[in-house]
């Protein structure tokens, strides 16, 4: 289911291994009650799934297993739901015969180097012992013997089936039959949710989506306020500053020049000229002569 819906599988007692481990102070207040030989409080157990729900992959949905185990926890998931805004749609009840979760149970083998779960009853290794996945030697809880499960299986029926009426009542319960084939279960299973959450979640895609674009536009409108703005800022800056005007200079004025007159040339008195004549003799007249 964590495949197919793409959303996380929240088990009650990886949480608590986990904080545990990360030493928060969720972790811290766990282990100190362990340590005692107590059992980990209601309020440190939802404290621990407020805080996996508010991780990114819970966003679209989320599976709890093993949570909650009696009415009043029940009761505190819900009110812890209603305030964050995410309240269960769905209780799921896989209906198992008591011998089957015997088997189930005494028979679990894990490997603890990659996580491989297996069933020596149902699902046995290749190798006895050995992990198929990566080799390694598969562990068997020292709780899983016939004696404890059998008292687990005792608190169950005292504590934990009621919870099949309180689910009931809200509208919420569905039951698939848990034995069989796997494939067949897993079919049985999905088409209970898909049949009881998709209406729901048709209508919460379409409220997303209205918000998401709401969001969108106010996104758009903000950082084309902010561009106009750094627009206005960069004209502004790049405006040229008047420069001082500068004193106006006036111009000595230049004494006039005053150029003396050229004194007149007075043409020469004309030569005469002096008519050649050519000296003439005086004609003498021939005497005739008698």
Do not use: W
Not at 117 to 137: L, Q, R, V
Not at 169 to 197: P, W
Not at 256 to 277: D, E, M
């Amino acid at each position: 289911m964590v495949e197919k819906y793409k959303i996380p599988q929240m088990s009650t007692g990886d949480l608590l291994r986990a904080e545990v481990a990360a030493g928060t102070d969720l972790g811290k207040k766990a282990k100190a009650a362990m340590d005692a030989g107590q059992l980990v409080t209601d309020e440190i157990v939802l404290g621990m799934i407020q805080a996996r729900l508010a991780k990114p992959d819970a966003k679209n949905g989320f599976i709890l297993d093993g949570f909650p185990r009696n009415i009043p926890q029940a009761q505190a998931l819900d009110a812890m739901l209603a305030r964050l805004g995410q309240p269960l749609q769905l209780a799921l009840l896989v209906d198992v015969t008591t011998d089957i979760l015997m088997k189930r149970l005494t028979g679990r083998r894990s490997c603890g180097s990659c996580g491989a779960i297996y069933n020596i009853y149902f699902s046995a290794p290749k190798t006895s012992n050995k992990c198929d996945k990566c080799g390694s030697s598969l562990t068997h809880r020292s709780d899983d013997n016939e004696q404890t499960v059998g008292k687990r299986l005792g608190v169950y029926q005292q504590q934990t089936a009621p919870l099949a009426n309180y689910y009931k009542a809200q509208g919420k319960l569905r039951t698939v039959r848990g034995v069989g084939v796997v494939s067949a279960i897993f079919k049985n299973a999905t088409d209970i949710i898909e049949s009881q959450i998709r209406p729901l979640a048709d209508v919460m895609s379409k409220i997303e989506s209205a918000a998401a674009r709401q969001a969108a536009k106010a996104k758009a409108e903000e950082a084309k306020a902010k561009a106009a703005a750094k627009a206005a800022k960069a004209a502004k800056a790049a405006k040229p500053i008047p420069a001082a005007k500068a004193k106006p200079v006036v111009a000595a004025k230049a004494k006039p020049v005053v150029k003396k007159a050229a004194p007149k040339k007075v043409a020469p008195p004309p030569k005469a000229k002096a008519k050649s004549r050519k000296a003439t003799k005086p004609a003498t007249k021939a005497k005739k002569v008698k």
